[in-house]
T-cell receptor
Framework: AQSVTQLGSHVSVSEGALVLLRCNYS??????LFWYVQYPNQGLQLLLKYTTGATLVKGINGFEAEFKKSETSFHLTKPSAHMSDAAEYFC??????????FGTGTSLTVIP | GAGVSQSPRYKVAKRGQDVALRCDPI?????LFWYQQALGQGPEFLTY????????KSGLPSDRFFAERPEGSVSTLKIQRTQQEDSAVYLC???????????????FGEGSWLTVV
């Protein structure tokens, strides 16, 4: 079985500050891990994904995440927050490639 | 089309009414998925099609939920005898591939917002 826990349903950062959104997963098989972003009234957009290989994954808009098997974590980071980063972020795990188990989401607020 | 298109975007149904939600995947995409997103929650998997074949329907919450993709392109999610707990956003997604690799991205539509009153 797979599941995801996102720590912090709301995160606020100042513009230009580091963004860190936490995600821990549980999986009985080698996981596929994803981060999606959702803007108001829009669908989910893939930020980045880990399937195999390099554990540090770079995505769009300057985001990256590191797969740490020993910590069962896949935290999302961005060195410098921008106002346009304000959105809902979802971490997801999959044991196959299409059946995602999403976390409950983290709402990111960027303070000018 | 340019993206996954869903209709209607918003639907208000009276309890007990049947509803049909339509999904137009990206042209040529083999794989199609339906997810349900309740308010304040992450999306939950409902079903997966590869072309016209429904390969996985393990997430459909009850026999009131039915999905089809008869010609391998457009898909319809039907909910019979709607109940208040069916109120959610129904997300459709599509992909050009049938397995995970660096080129397989799943693209989500904007969703159909269903409110059952």
């Amino acid at each position: 079985a797979q599941s995801v826990t996102q720590l912090g349903s709301h995160v606020s950062v100042s513009e230009g500050a580091l963004v860190l959104l936490r995600c821990n997963y549980s999986s009985s098989v080698p996981p596929y891990l994803f981060w999606y972003v959702q803007y108001p009234n829009q669908g989910l957009q893939l930020l980045l994904k880990y399937t195999t290989g390099a554990t540090l994954v770079k995505g769009i808009n300057g985001f990256e995440a590191e797969f740490k098997k020993s910590e069962t974590s896949f935290h999302l980071t961005k060195p410098s927050a921008h106002m346009s980063d304000a959105a809902e972020y979802f971490c997801a795990v999959s044991g196959n490639w299409y059946q995602f188990y999403f976390g409950t989401g983290t709402s990111l607020t960027v303070i000018p | 089309g340019a993206g996954v298109s869903q209709s209607p975007r918003y639907k208000v149904a009276k309890r007990g009414q049947d509803v049909a939600l339509r999904c137009d995947p990206i042209s040529g995409h083999v794989s199609l998925f339906w997810y349900q997103q309740a308010l304040g929650q992450g999306p939950e998997f409902l079903t997966y099609f590869q072309n016209e074949a429904q390969l996985d329907k393990s997430g459909l919450p009850s026999d009131r939920f039915f999905a089809e993709r008869p010609e391998g392109s457009v898909s319809t999610l039907k909910i019979q005898r709607t109940q208040q707990e069916d109120s959610a956003v129904y997300l459709c997604a599509s992909s050009s591939g049938t397995g995970t690799n660096s080129g397989n991205t799943i693209y989500f539509g904007e969703g159909s917002w269903l409110t059952v009153v």
